[in-house]
């Protein structure tokens, strides 16, 4: 027998130093004489190179003529696994010499007990004057180790040859020990030179295939059988355990996320996601997160920006935010509390773990920043995507327990004012605590429309009204609040309205809201314009508009003025031809009784969604009117009474007379020809109440309107017009947030956020320059307004090349604190 550039090693084997001797001694191999040579047809050549394997199979088919035969032969299905009687029966109907490829694979997947009596069962097949040749990549210790160093035939001759060139490549095989059903194959073609094998017939062709450097195996049988396989000088296994690892091994990207067998779903999502963006990022798993959400820079999310992120998320994306944004921005301390306690990543149960986390801290525990970044994160929620209403009953549980275990100031840490519950609660506090503690101020910062309804010291009527018109407005939002009769008020009606002619002589110096309109309408000669109907629109309600509107920054009030409708004041009487909302007329005509703090808390919100609303038309300007007003102050609570039994319409305030009644009107009640409005040329005269009673034998339980009273006959009369997208402030490329725009006299300091950093600050009030002071983080500043007294300031802030505007207030305390 001739051995080309061979030597003999222990137990009968041969060593050649490449693949090219090996098919040299195979093709020139003639020495058949031996016993053995004739008996048994098996040799086993073996190499670390696949490369090599490949060669010589082509070689020998090639040169010698021998047949290519797979063991695959024998798989009825590709996800079969061969039965050794099966692969010893296609060995022996093998008639002519013959390749028998991917036997080494199979080995593989075999326990140490099945791989050797297999290559005994297979090493004892006779079968005279053929040769079947099997490549085996690797395995050569084992194969040493568990069969050949103790076979009985292994020193008698030499069927085994090696190859003793080192390795070309050192694949990779991984094998994934989870479900692997939502595993796509579209993620073979994420990483070049990565080879997907989803069964076991491509397994067992798979390493004839060029440039596999990794093998990811998802076939469900192989992985079952993987447990058994071992790494070897050819081939690397890895047994990846879930899709971390997966990512982090096949991948090589660190992800700083620990594995939760819960949430493997959300893995499965995330290996998706970076299957197929990753090479666009150099490894960087933050990178890939922020391509994700399509964010910049995730450790300088303004809140507004996470909101936003939450308004459209999947339960994926809450789960990968809970994962991410806790480590890189810092800023939002208690969102970062609550993400990191998620146990679900529902959009509702997030909501829900912002509402409530707080409950779980102890009120000396917890900082006014947690309290206020909880306050701005549920504020920008609920005006973004959710309504709180559903979660009252639980809140209304928590909160009901601290009343009774804390003090009112602590209780205040775990309000927010977003709820109506919540609502009713601060105004049910701010008449119980004294006026000198201070705490009013904070709870009506919780609540500040409710400061904008009381707020008419800061309207700045168009057209002057009477000093005692704007009197009785402030007395009466404050009774309304406080749900008391100022004893003022009924000063002010037995002077004012004290008989049809002192009623008559300041009702006919007020503006008819017809009159403003056909005036107004007029001056409005360019821009788009819409006329609006609030129904049900009292002057009471001007103070709360104004500040909404301004408030915004959407739009200004250019024309503010109290008008006197038509009477009798009741719609029939006052209509008009245009666009009307009829929200809060609604409400108060649906209620069977006037309840306090419910009503007035309701009648708010029906007025900031109507304000809303308005501030969403397209049209440049926006002229509002009324038809009347409502009085709470006729109900029976109040003090209100029947005076007469006249058959009298809106429970009592107003009666059409028929022709030829004729009554004389007195302090009460007055006899009213009818000379405008809708009803004039229908009635003739009306009676009507001058003061709070019923002209009829009911007293009413609800609001009422018709009377005579300054809040059912006086309305507001506005003109809003849209700001332009310039007016809106020059800076473009920063985001400026406030803590609050409204300061305490004792406490004047104003905190504020700038996203992105920027290089400059400079702030200017009326002039002159403040100092900025720099806060506990790169993008947060404070500016200190010690030496300023109470009223309104224009901060401009001027940021790198731009200026930002805004308007500063400093409070010091209730204005009209004997209302209380």
Known sequence: ????????????????????????????????????????????????SAEDIRNIINSVHCELGARVLNIS????????????????????????????????????????????????????????????????????ERFYALFWKEFYRAKEWAPVWRISSAPNKHTKIYCLQFNTDNLDSKLE??????????????????????????????????????????????????LLQDQKQLLEEVYGLEVPIDYNENEKR????????????????????????????????????????????IEQASDFDIWLLAKTLPKVNKSNEYLNICLSSLDSFKQEKLISKLWFKIFSFKSEHLSQK?????????????????????????????????LNKLDKREVIKYLTGLTSYERELIIKLLLEVDSKDGIRDELMKLYPELKYYIDWESIKLSIDAPEWIIRYFTLYNFSKLQNKKHEEIDTILNKFNHNKESFSEWYIHLNLVLKLIEDKGREMSSGT???????????????????????SGKATITFKALARVSLPSTTKCNRYEYEKIADLDNFVHSQSSYKHPECLVKEIEIIEKIVDKILRYPEERIIVVSDHGFSFLCTKEHGSYKAFNF????????????????????????????????????????????????????????????????????????????????????????????????????????????????DKVVAKIQGKELNVEAGSSPNEFTIRLTSYSTGKYVLNLYIDEGVYEQEISIYGGFKERELF
Request: aromatic share 10%; with cysteine; net charge negative.
């Open 647 to 758: 058959d009298a319409e809106h429970e009592g305030r107003v009666m059409f007379m028929e022709e030829g009644n004729d009554y004389i009107g007195d302090e009460y009640y007055m006899v009213w020809n009818i000379m405008d409005g809708t009803c004039k040329d229908i009635y003739k005269k009306a009676l009507i109440a001058l003061k709070h009673l019923s002209l009829n034998n009911k007293v009413p339980y609800r609001e009422v309107h018709g009377g005579a009273t300054p809040e059912e006959v006086i309305v507001p009369f506005l003109i809003i017009e849209k700001k332009k997208e310039s007016d809106h402030g020059s800076i473009k490329k920063f985001e400026v947030k406030f803590d609050s725009t409204e300061l305490s006299l004792r406490n004047p300091i104003l905190r504020f956020k700038i996203i992105p950093k920027p």
């Open 189 to 238: 073609g994420s990483l070049p030179g990565c080879k997907l094998v989803k069964s076991v017939s491509e397994w067992f062709s798979t390493y004839l295939q060029t440039e596999v450097e990794k093998i990811i195996i998802v076939s469900k049988v192989l992985n079952m059988l993987s447990k058994n396989a071992s790494s070897d000088n050819a081939v690397d296994f890895r």
């Open 529 to 551: 314009l819409r006329y609006i109907w609030i129904d049900g629109l009292g002057a009471e309600w001007l103070p709360l508009i104004a500040n909404l509107v301004e408030k």
């Open 1 to 48: 027998m001739s051995i080309y550039g061979a030597k003999w090693t222990e137990g009968a084997t041969v060593e050649f130093a490449s693949y090219t001797d090996v098919c040299k001694q195979i093709i020139n191999e003639t020495d058949r004489e031996t016993l053995s040579h004739r008996r048994f047809p098996l040799r086993f050549i073996f190499s670390n």
């Open 266 to 309: 959300y893995w499965t999502q995330l290996f998706h996601l970076i299957s197929q963006q990753r090479r666009d990022f150099s490894n960087s798993f933050l990178k890939i997160v922020e391509y994700h959400f399509n964010v910049h820079d995730m450790s300088s999310l303004s809140l507004g920006k996470i909101v936003r992120l």
């Open 73 to 140: 032969e024998v798989l009825n299905n590709d996800e079969q696994w061969p039965t050794r009687d099966e692969i010893c029966r296609l060995i022996k109907n093998t008639e002519t010499d013959t390749v028998l490829i991917a036997l080494s694979e199979y080995l593989r997947f075999l326990n140490d007990t099945d791989f050797s009596s297999f290559l005994y069962a297979i090493s004892s097949i006779e079968k005279p004057n053929v040769r079947v040749f099997i490549p085996m990549l690797g395995l050569w």
């Open 370 to 402: 947690t309290c206020d970044e909880r306050r701005d994160i549920l504020r920008e929620i609920t005006r973004a995507m959710s309504d709180p209403e559903e979660l009252i009953p639980d809140l209304e549980k928590e909160l009901s327990t601290l």
